[in-house]
T-cell receptor
Framework: GDSVTQMEGPVTLSEEAFLTINCTYT??????LFWYVQYPGEGLQLLLK?????DKGSNKGFEATYRKETTSFHLEKGSVQVSDSAVYFC??????????FGKGTRLHILP | EAQVTQNPRYLITVTGKKLTVTCSQN?????MSWYRQDPGLGLRQIYY???????DKGDVPEGYKVSRKEKRNFPLILESPSPNQTSLYFC?????????????FGSGTRLTVV
């Protein structure tokens, strides 16, 4: 079946460091890909999305590019802040309308 | 404001005492879903609904019931809660019929069954 695999955390970085969180997927057809963020004590919020190959989603300084050839959707940010500390979920929506989540990656940013 | 509203935010109950967690959305979304979030397991889908009177099982439906009598509401019912249902629960909704739609999530319900 379809699935999403993302790097295990926690990931700990210093403020202003470069961030990459890896995400790969398995799906038939052409799913849409998403990154969600969960701040402490809150629900998940949509961070960015891409709906076809080579699309780049971006929001709040975060970016991810839909790579069909490597079935990947890695999340990147050039300079992280303490306020970016959260859990990040990669997800896909497949042709059956089902949304499948990865297990989440906890990110800690140190001042 | 467009939102998904869950109630209650926190609930402590005893084994076997029936409970309902409510979920309501104001965006006219067709698709609604319930997830539970547990450490190390991520988000697991319990039930989902493609529209009014249409519901289907997700990955972990045992011990739960749902109903969709109105488009905006999708309550989660635990007829006889057990301690292994202690978890953080999220309701989510979206438009259906297109892979490009993401979810809007509620703020969560933390349930403890003792």
């Amino acid at each position: 079946g379809d699935s999403v695999t993302q790097m295990e955390g926690p990931v700990t970085l210093s403020e202003e460091a470069f961030l990459t969180i890896n995400c790969t997927y398995t799906a038939t057809g052409y799913p849409s890909l998403f990154w969600y963020v969960q701040y402490p004590g809150e629900g998940l919020q949509l961070l960015l999305k891409a709906t076809k190959a080579d699309d780049k989603g971006s929001n709040k300084g975060f970016e991810a590019t839909y790579r069909k050839e490597t079935t990947s959707f890695h999340l990147e940010k050039g300079s992280v802040q303490v306020s970016d500390s959260a859990v990040y979920f990669c997800a896909l929506r497949n042709r059956d309308d089902k949304i499948i989540f990865g297990k989440g990656t906890r990110l800690h940013i140190l001042p | 404001e467009a939102q998904v509203t869950q109630n209650p935010r926190y609930l402590i109950t005893v084994t076997g005492k029936k409970l309902t967690v409510t979920c309501s959305q104001n965006m006219n979304h067709e698709y609604m879903s319930w997830y539970r979030q547990d450490p190390g397991l991520g988000l697991r889908q319990i039930y989902y609904s493609m529209n009014v009177e249409v519901t289907d099982k997700g990955d972990v439906p045992e011990g739960y019931k749902v109903s969709r009598k109105e488009k905006r509401n999708f309550p989660l019912i635990l007829e006889s809660p057990s301690p292994n249902q202690t978890s953080l629960y999220f309701c989510a909704s979206s438009f259906a019929g297109g892979v490009w739609y993401g979810y809007t999530f509620g703020s969560g319900t933390r349930l403890t069954v003792v």
